[in-house]
């Protein structure tokens, strides 16, 4: 109670003082210079307040531009490693590749041939053996590719009587008739210049060095050979079905 009393009697105090002060000011003299009110008191809080904000907004730049760099000096950037590549094949040339199908397409094969001078064969091809019958005669030729070796023999007894059997050992070289499978060896240029088919088979007309070819495009069979000055034909064709009995000798001819 009594600090009460004491707070009321400073307050009046300085209320006596304050209006004693502004009887001794002349009119229109303002205190103002002295004294802050409460409008100018808001005003320097509002300006400590922006400054204040000002202050933090920079230190929070300063603060996410150090952590920025930070940031970039932790980031490595690893060079990109080069991919690898899987090297791919060379494309296959079509036309060579047909050509190979006479070796890996063709195990056996046969066909009939006329020669230049109008003699009419057919042949029979498995392996390394090779038999040449002879159309208009009654001799079959037995070839070994392997051994190089040919030998005419007659096997029918009808038609040969008492010479069934062996007739001859013949020169080889002489003997051997080139086959379509070795005329694909003797091209060197081919290009394809036509596409359809050949006596029921597909095939491909190509322009080769060797002059204009039609070849079986499935395995790889040269039908027709066309040269300036003449040509070659192998018609009657048949892939993979020749026996061992069609190329080798018949046992009962064999001498004992």
């Known amino acids: 109670?009594?600090?009460?009393?004491?707070?009321?009697?400073?307050?009046?105090?300085?209320?006596?003082?304050?209006?004693?002060?502004?009887?001794?000011?002349?009119?229109?003299?303002?205190?103002?210079?002295?004294?802050?009110?409460?409008?100018?008191?808001?005003?320097?809080?509002?300006?400590?307040?922006?400054?204040?904000?000002?202050?933090?907004?920079?230190?929070?730049?300063?603060?996410?531009?150090?952590?920025?760099?930070?940031?970039?000096?932790?980031?490595?950037?690893?060079?990109?490693?080069?991919?690898q590549q899987t090297p791919q094949p060379p494309e296959e040339d079509p036309i060579k590749e047909i050509f190979s199908y006479a070796?890996?397409?063709?195990?056996?094969?046969?066909?009939?041939?006329?020669?230049?001078s109008g003699v009419q064969y057919n042949i029979y091809v498995k392996g390394s053996k090779m038999k040449i019958d002879y159309i208009s005669e009654v001799k079959?030729?037995?070839?070994?590719?392997?051994?190089?070796?040919?030998?005419?023999?007659?096997?029918?007894?009808?038609?040969?009587?008492?010479?069934?059997?062996?007739?001859?050992?013949?020169d080889y070289s002489t003997t051997y008739i080139k086959t379509p499978v070795d005329w694909i060896s003797d091209i060197t240029e081919a290009k394809k210049i036509d596409e359809g088919f050949y006596l029921g088979k597909a095939g491909w007309t190509l322009e080769t060095n060797i002059g204009e070819v039609i070849i079986d495009s499935k395995y790889g069979f040269i039908y027709s050979i066309k040269q300036k000055d003449k040509s070659y034909s192998f018609t009657n064709t048949a892939f993979n079905v020749v026996q061992d009995s069609d190329v080798n000798i018949p046992e009962y001819l064999i001498p004992k």
């Open 1 to 83: 109670m009594k600090s009460n009393i004491i707070m009321l009697l400073i307050v009046i105090i300085l209320l006596f003082g304050c209006a004693s002060k502004n009887e001794n000011q002349t009119p229109g003299q303002s205190n103002l210079p002295n004294e802050i009110g409460p409008a100018q008191d808001q005003q320097v809080i509002d300006n400590e307040i922006s400054q204040e904000e000002d202050n933090v907004l920079e230190t929070e730049d300063q603060i996410l531009g150090e952590q920025k760099e930070i940031e970039e000096e932790e980031i490595i950037v690893k060079p990109e490693e080069p991919k």
């Open 103 to 116: 070796k890996t397409k063709l195990t056996s094969y046969s066909y009939q041939y006329r020669d230049a």
């Open 140 to 170: 079959q030729i037995y070839l070994d590719t392997q051994k190089k070796t040919a030998e005419a023999y007659c096997i029918s007894h009808s038609r040969c009587g008492k010479q069934t059997g062996k007739l001859a050992d013949l």
